[in-house]
């Protein structure tokens, strides 16, 4: 990550923190600003490997027990690591065929018709909104033995329906297999990728659902009742049509940068960037264990309901749900993004003196 653009969220941050607009609401939905005695969640392991400096994907791997996969953010080679409980390293992955211009999400799946686990990558960070024209996703078969190699990858390559976008987040459909990209943006979206994925051609992402402000990651249930959206202050729980269940209160880290879930579906684990960055598991509110039990049907998929042409239409448009759907944006949200933009301004113009 640049200089710059560690600036502007370190300024995005502070603002919001010290203005006292970033707390999250509460699992009851009480709204009580978090403070530093608050006990959220349980810290498993930190990263014991000095090459993981900014571990910005997270994900459980789909046949290798108590295994737990990371890649770097920006400005890191196409490679990931498999990392143990106890933080340490069983083996590090090069993925070939791969470009790592801004890796900011993965995503482990398991593949019906083999048994085997699939990992995804996702080269989709553009912090300037634009200066790529299209993203890429890479698809990576899980290696069965855990000693470093080097893996082949399936490059698809995206592009969103309405313009180049910054994104840290991606799931996939463990039912349907389809995926997911969710932008990182001051009014987020969810955007879905075709049902069939093709290699000779780019694929078109269509926006299916609003997503909170700056997400940072993104992650589908096991079973695929439900999906988490994160962002730096707090994580948001959605039906698959796209309705809130609850926001969840998060762990404070440095830089919160991934999300996933646990394999049984009752907790997500969190991680951080930074070097020794922690791992910590979070138990689901009792509202989301109620919505993913109540919504456990793939057929309510965005996934299952849209295919080819129909995706548009068919799928989850959450400004036409019910009262329990997130409209995107907030009072507090635009408060958040007010004073990050006034603090972020002075950080930049003090670095711009710096430079000169």
């Not at 993981?52 to 080679?77: F, M, Q, R």
């Not at 409980?85 to 593949?111: C, I, N, P, Y």
């Not at 490059?155 to 996939?172: I, K, P």
């Not at 991934?258 to 930074?274: F, P």
Request: glycine share 10%; with cysteine; net charge positive.
């Amino acid at each position: 990550m640049g200089d710059l653009r560690r600036a502007v969220m370190t300024a995005a941050v502070t603002c919001a923190v010290l203005g006292g607009l970033a707390a999250p609401a509460a699992a009851g939905g009480t709204g009580r600003p978090r403070s530093a005695a608050d006990d959220v969640g349980e810290r498993l392991f930190r990263f014991k490997d000095k090459r993981i400096t900014e571990s910005s994907g997270l994900a459980l791997s789909p046949t290798h027990d108590g295994v737990y996969y990371t890649h770097n953010d920006s400005s890191a080679a196409p490679i990931f690591y498999a990392v143990d409980g106890d933080g340490r390293t069983r083996a590090t992955f090069h993925v070939s065929g791969a470009q790592a211009r801004d890796w900011e999400a993965m995503a482990a799946t398991k593949d019906p018709a083999t048994g085997r686990g699939v990992l995804w990558f996702a080269d989709i960070g553009d912090n300037l909104d634009g200066a790529w024209p299209d993203v890429s996703v890479y698809k990576v078969t899980e290696p069965e033995t855990l000693r470093d190699a080097t893996l082949p990858a399936v490059r698809y390559r995206f592009r969103y329906e309405d313009g180049a976008r910054n994104a840290e987040g991606l799931m996939v459909h463990p039912v349907t297999g389809r995926l997911y990209v969710v932008s990182k943006e001051f009014a987020g979206s969810v955007y879905a990728a075709p049902a069939k994925l093709r290699t000779g051609r780019v694929n078109v992402l269509r926006k299916v659902a609003a997503a909170p402000l700056m997400a940072t990651d993104a992650a589908y249930a096991p079973d695929g009742s439900s999906y988490v959206i994160r962002t730096y202050f707090s994580a948001t729980v959605y039906r698959p049509a796209g309705d809130m269940i609850t926001r969840m209160s998060m762990p404070e880290l440095d830089q919160a940068e991934s999300i996933t879930y646990t394999a049984d579906g009752r907790a997500v684990l969190v991680g951080s960037e930074g070097v020794s960055s922690p791992v910590y598991r979070v138990p689901l509110p009792a509202e989301a264990l109620r919505g993913v039990k109540a919504s456990a049907r793939p057929s309510a998929t965005p996934s299952a309901r849209a295919s080819g042409r129909a995706a548009r239409t068919a799928s989850p448009r959450p400004e036409a749900s019910g009262g329990g759907a997130e409209r995107g944006l907030t009072v507090r949200d635009v408060l958040i993004w007010l004073a990050a933009a006034a603090g972020a301004t002075g950080v930049i113009a003090y670095i711009a003196r710096r430079t000169r």
